[in-house]
């Protein structure tokens, strides 16, 4: 008795332990595409951005009035990299996931500090940020950042 009552405790612990690295990997492939986004915009990789950021995009930045979309992202890429800027430090202390089918919600804070013109520039700040899977591929349609006080 007590042998199948382990067998079955072994069971559940390995299931849980399964379905947590199920969920786990997934995450960590949208966590990756998420920092792929960041880096593109970062070195101005138009093809990494064209196929991650569609048209339809729509970003909310702190203190711009103006909504920005596709073309402005790209453009606004191209500018710092023509500037001479270069990503010194990206990180994202705090991340949480929320699923919905084919769409996730990434909520984060990060640390992004760049450096244009031998002057270096720190930020930090939340975002969230808008997943959509198309053809097997996570797109980034949307995201709202804030900085913080």
């Known amino acids: ?11 559940g612990l390995l299931t849980m332990t399964l379905l947590t690295a199920a969920g786990q990997t997934g995450d960590d ?16 990789d138009t093809k ?13 930045s702190t203190g711009e009035e103006q909504w920005k979309h596709q073309a402005e992202v790209f453009r606004e890429s191209a500018d710092f990299r023509a500037s001479g800027g270069k990503l010194i430090r990206l990180e994202f202390p705090r991340t ?24 270096r520039s720190l930020s930090s700040g939340r975002v969230t940020e808008i997943f959509v899977k198309r053809n097997g591929q996570w797109t980034n349609p949307g995201w709202h950042t804030d900085s913080e006080k």
Do not use: C
């Open 1 to 11: 008795m007590r042998t199948r009552r382990n067998i079955w405790i072994t069971a």
């Open 29 to 44: 492939e949208l966590l990756a595409v998420r920092e792929s986004v960041w880096r593109a915009w970062l070195v101005n």
């Open 48 to 60: 990494a951005l064209a196929r991650l950021v569609p048209a339809e995009t729509v970003v909310l």
């Open 96 to 119: 949480e996931v929320q699923h919905f089918g084919d769409v996730a919600i990434v909520w984060s804070k990060y640390i992004l500090e760049t450096e244009t013109k031998g002057k």
